[in-house]
């Protein structure tokens, strides 16, 4: 793009963002995406090449190196990079591949798509309870339920913070069980100084709208072993063996796939915010240790909520800050949370709540034992989020949450 394109287009973006008038004082996001960003796209648009090419081949490659995986695949979605994982487990191809019906374990404060694809692929769940403090899974039930009949683990790590997941690597790997890493909700998050996502088979990451980054929609998927990866480029292409280091170059359907595809826009914009992703999680975290402050700090504060713990030896990485109300103000819960939503500070559930009341999972019978999840149940019932932004708060907008989050006691 020209100089004088660039301010041309960059004139249009300043006129359309005066104009969005935002409707939300503390939305969950803001300024999702820089003017570099933007014309990052546009280039691609320009370039008539919309379909994943060059661009998507350099953010997997750099996604990669960042990551610490030798493979790093770009999806649509993360709900895809779920898919795809799921689906890798059982497909003849893979070396030890699952036979229909196998058990795997997933924590039951999850996301629809952290558990669907894999009973789409013929898996059956168990479900397991996690913990109120950290929201994630709770190990000494985890072990409980793991028996000879698990094949598969689906490791959830929430809101930025982690499972313990060195301990379920170990697990998983003496006893031979797959392990999938739902990372879309922890992108850049370590522990142990190792980048969340690389502990096991496959680790998954999203790219969506509110997350740690965005590429509009967009996801990747990274593993180790280059079979692997070749099991996973060819399901995201129809399962055609096109530009596969293999033998066969006619374009054969060497396998069962899917389209799942990310666009060359998605990609462009994508690689153009990961540059920024490391700066966008130090403030975050500053972010949200000055929310925590001055909610703590406060005259107003009467214990009204408590935060969540981080899992031992991880390095965090938000998007948001969840939220326990304290319980003596739960019966004010509803009331808040509509509240802060007339006052433009947005909110939401943490994750999917507790699964297992999901009517999708009354649906298929997957809790016929009538199971008791009651530490998932009280994140649900206690629980909300809201954003944290990638840009230093300001004093304006501390003293704006402070004088609505903590008049809970007085609604
Ligand atoms: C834990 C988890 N897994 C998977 C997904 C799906 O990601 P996407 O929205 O990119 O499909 C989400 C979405 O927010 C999520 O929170």
């Known amino acids: 793009m020209n100089y004088k394109d660039k301010k041309f287009l960059e004139s249009i973006i300043n006129r359309n963002s005066k104009k969005n008038i935002r409707k939300n004082i503390y939305p969950l996001i803001e300024k999702a995406f ?24 350099e953010f997997e490659y750099e996604f990669a190196r960042y990551i610490g995986a030798n493979y790093a695949l770009m999806v649509n979605s993360g709900s895809s990079a779920n898919l795809l994982a799921s689906f890798a487990l059982v ?69 930025g913070n982690s499972t313990r997941i060195e301990e379920v690597a170990k697990i998983a790997k003496s006893k031979n069980i797959f392990l999938i890493e739902d990372t879309c909700e922890s992108l850049g998050a370590k522990y142990n100084n190792k980048y969340l996502g690389t502990f096991g088979d496959f680790g998954t990451y999203s790219f969506y709208y509110s997350h ?14 280059r079979k692997d990866y070749e099991l996973i480029y060819s399901m995201r292409s129809h399962g055609w063996s096109r530009r ?36 966008m999680i130090n403030s975050r975290i500053k972010n949200r240790e000055k929310i925590i402050k001055k909610l703590t700090n406060s005259v107003l504060w009467k214990n009204q909520f408590s935060f969540l713990k981080i899992t031992q030896n991880v390095k965090p990485s938000y998007f948001g800050l969840p939220i ?12 808040f949370l509509k509240f802060l939503e007339k006052k433009g500070i947005e909110t939401r559930r943490v994750i999917g709540g507790n699964f297992i009341k999901q009517p999708s999972v ?27 932004h990638a840009e230093p708060i300001t004093n304006r907008t501390l ?13």
Not at 48 to 56: K, N, P, R, V
Not at 212 to 225: A, D, L, R
Not at 255 to 269: D, V
């Open 34 to 57: 820089s003017k570099t960003d933007i014309c990052k796209g546009i280039e691609v648009l320009l370039s008539e090449q919309l379909t994943m090419s060059e661009i998507t081949k």
């Open 91 to 159: 497909n003849p191809r893979k070396k030890n591949f699952l036979k229909r019906d196998s058990e795997f374990l997933i924590p039951v404060l999850c996301w629809s798509t952290s558990l669907w694809p894999l009973v789409q692929a013929g898996l059956k769940p168990k479900f397991v309870d996690v913990n109120v403090d950290d929201f994630n899974m709770d190990m000494d039930q985890f072990k409980k339920k793991l028996t000879s009949k698990t094949k598969a683990i689906m490791a959830v790590h929430v809101l």
């Open 212 to 225: 740690q980054m965005t590429s509009g929609e967009g996801g990747m998927i990274v593993c180790n072993s």
């Open 244 to 279: 596969l280091k293999i033998k066969d170059t006619s374009f054969s359907f060497i396998n069962s796939g899917f389209n799942l595809r990310p666009l060359e826009i998605s990609a462009s914009i994508g690689l153009s915010q990961f540059k920024r992703l490391n700066s």
């Open 324 to 335: 326990l109300i304290n319980k003596k103000f739960l019966k004010k819960k509803k009331k």
């Open 362 to 388: 009354q649906l298929y019978n997957l809790n016929s034992k009538k199971e008791k999840f009651p530490e998932a149940q009280e994140i649900d019932d206690r629980g909300f989020f809201i954003g944290l």
């Open 399 to 411: 003293n704006y949450l402070e004088e609505n989050l903590l008049r809970i006691d007085k609604l």
